[in-house]
């Protein structure tokens, strides 16, 4: 039961453009929700967070969308660069036990 | 400060054999977190640790467990592999057991063959 989801597994933008990730989730006990970054070979790092509390969050280039009516959140990549390409997993903490729930992830390609 | 370490970095085993990976957390950091990541699935969470104790569990079959040391450190421990257990295991960090954020170590990628 895939309680984080992102349906997308790619995307390609160019340089320069928007790039929007998106995620849906199905358990209303998330209360935190963030998206990490990995590199091959490397492990995910921390990109940016919001707050159930919230409906948006923005940090330098990247904007976090939190819609909870639609159990819906996106990433926006403003303007998407060649070193943003990368694989991007959307996660959800549960807020009975406070673990992080991940999605599939979607790799984004940004091209020159 | 140090980050997550995980070894060993690779790891190539047959059907059948076991397995221990090992992480030791950011310093200060009192909880461990194991996940599974394999293609198509992203990252299947296996188990949490804090101060020792199992505080969360994923939905692994028992041949899957862990431990915490005093020092926070962590093992996990793959028992009868199976092809299908070939994925990068990566281990994370947080201070507390509800923070917010995981750090997250480069992984062990193990083949079972």
């Not at chain 1, 959140?73 to 943003?84: F, K, T």
């Not at chain 2, 060993?8 to 990541?37: F, N």
């Amino acid at each position: 039961d895939q309680q984080v989801k992102q349906n997308s597994p790619s995307l390609s933008v160019q340089e320069g453009r928007i790039s929007i990730l998106n995620c849906d989730y199905t358990n209303s006990m998330f209360d935190y929700f963030l998206w990490y970054k990995k590199y091959p070979a490397e492990g995910p790092t921390f990109l940016i967070s919001i707050s159930s509390i919230k409906d948006k969050n923005e940090d330098g280039r990247f904007t976090v969308f939190l819609n909870k009516s639609a159990k819906h959140l996106s990433l926006h990549i403003v303007p998407s660069q060649p070193g943003d390409s990368a694989v991007y997993f959307c996660a959800a903490r549960d807020n009975q036990g406070g673990k992080l729930i991940f999605g599939q992830g979607t790799e984004l390609s940004v091209k020159p | 400060k140090a980050g997550v370490t995980q070894t060993p970095r690779y790891l190539i085993k047959t059907r059948g054999q076991q397995v221990t990976l090992s992480c030791s957390p950011i310093s200060g950091h009192r909880s461990v977190s194991w996940y599974q990541q394999t293609p198509g699935q992203g990252l299947q969470f296996l188990f949490e640790y804090f101060s020792e104790t199992q505080r969360n569990k994923g939905n692994f079959p028992g041949r899957f467990s862990g431990r915490q040391f005093s020092n926070s450190r962590s093992e996990m421990n793959v028992s009868t592999l199976e092809l299908g257990d070939s994925a990068l295991y990566l281990c994370a960090s947080r201070e507390q057991a509800f923070g917010e954020k995981l750090f997250f170590g480069s992984g062990t990628q193990l083949s079972v063959l």
